[in-house]
C-alpha cells in the first residue's frame, strides 16, 4: 500500500478505490494516523495510549493532570519525547493506579476502578459566578471551531477540542483520532493557568462522562458540544455546577445544566 506522509505526521495519503455505479477508480485520500504512544512515568511504563501523533508532550501531562497525578509543572524534573515513547521524571506517584493497560483512542476512563476514584481527587470548586455566555457566541464559537479543524477538513476521522474564553474566543485548539486525546492536549497546553474558571470547552462530538470529568478537573464552568451528552456526563456536570450544552448546531442547542450562565 502506497502511504505519503503529510501534515507533520497527523495524516497520510493512502491508496484506494471509489466504487461508483459498479465501477472501481483509483485514488488516493488523506486519512488520519493512529498510532500507540507509550507514556513512562520515573523509569516505569505507565500506560500505552492510541493516539494522533502530535503535541504527545502536552498530551502525557493533560492526562496525568485529570488523572489527578500531577498537580502543576512543578511536580515534573524533566519530560521528553523519543518517537513514539515520552519519559517523564518527577515527583509523580502511580501507587494504586493500573499500569501497563493499554487505552484506545475511544477510551477514556480505562484502568480506573470505578467511577467514585475518578472523582475522589478533591478538583477545584467551579464558581457559580464571574463566567457567562450568549446564545449568539455559541454560534460564533462553532464557525470558529470548524474554520481551524485543518485535519478533519481533509480526512473527516479526527476530533477536534477547543478552550474558548469568555469573550467567545478560541484560545487552544487539538485534533486527534480520540476525543479524550484531544481534550489532554487541551489541558496539559493550559497547566500554567489552571484552574480554568474563565474558559469553556467546545467539543466537536458528544459528551461522555470522561470529558465532563476533565472539564471538572480542570475548573471549567461550561461545556458546549456538538453532540448529543450521557446521563452520567449530565449528572456530573450537575454536582459541580457546570454549563452543559448539546446538540449546539443549526443556531439551536440544548442546555442540561447551568442555565443561569446562558444571556439573551
Not at 502506497?2 to 478505490?17: F, I, S
Not at 471551531?145 to 477540542?161: C, I, K, N, P, Y
Not at 462530538?205 to 453532540?227: D, H, L, N, T, Y
Request: net charge negative.
Amino acid at each position: 500500500m502506497k502511504r505519503h506522509l503529510t501534515r507533520g505526521g497527523m495524516e497520510e495519503r493512502v491508496a484506494a478505490q471509489r466504487v461508483v455505479d459498479g465501477e472501481a477508480r483509483p485514488l488516493e485520500e488523506n486519512v488520519a494516523v493512529e498510532e500507540p504512544l507509550e507514556i513512562h512515568i520515573n523509569g516505569q511504563p505507565w500506560i500505552t495510549t492510541m493516539r494522533t501523533p502530535g503535541q504527545d508532550r502536552e498530551l502525557a501531562l493533560g492526562l496525568l493532570y485529570s488523572e489527578g497525578l500531577l498537580s502543576d509543572m512543578g511536580d515534573v524534573d524533566s519530560i521528553r519525547v523519543e518517537d513514539n515513547v515520552v519519559l517523564i521524571e518527577g515527583q509523580i506517584s502511580v501507587d494504586g493506579h493500573t499500569r501497563g493497560f493499554a487505552r484506545s483512542s475511544s477510551c477514556g476512563v480505562c484502568g480506573r476502578a470505578s467511577l467514585d476514584a475518578i472523582m475522589a481527587r478533591h478538583p477545584p470548586a467551579i464558581p457559580e459566578n464571574g463566567f457567562s455566555i450568549s446564545e449568539g457566541d455559541v454560534e460564533l464559537l462553532l464557525m470558529q471551531l470548524r474554520s481551524m479543524q485543518s485535519v478533519f477538513e481533509t480526512t473527516g476521522g479526527v476530533h477536534a477540542v477547543a478552550l474558548f474564553s469568555e469573550n467567545a474566543e478560541i484560545t487552544e485548539v487539538a485534533e486527534d483520532v480520540g476525543r479524550h486525546n484531544a481534550m489532554d492536549k487541551v489541558v496539559g497546553r493550559s497547566l500554567a493557568n489552571m484552574p480554568l474558571s474563565n474558559h469553556g470547552f467546545l467539543l466537536s462530538g458528544r459528551v461522555s462522562f470522561e470529558m465532563v470529568q476533565k472539564a471538572v478537573m480542570a475548573g471549567s464552568p461550561c461545556i458546549i458540544a456538538i453532540g448529543a451528552p450521557t446521563t452520567l456526563a449530565i449528572d456530573l456536570a450537575r454536582q459541580h455546577g457546570m454549563t452543559l450544552i448539546g446538540f449546539a448546531r443549526d443556531l439551536r442547542f440544548n442546555v442540561y445544566s447551568g442555565a443561569w450562565r446562558l444571556q439573551g
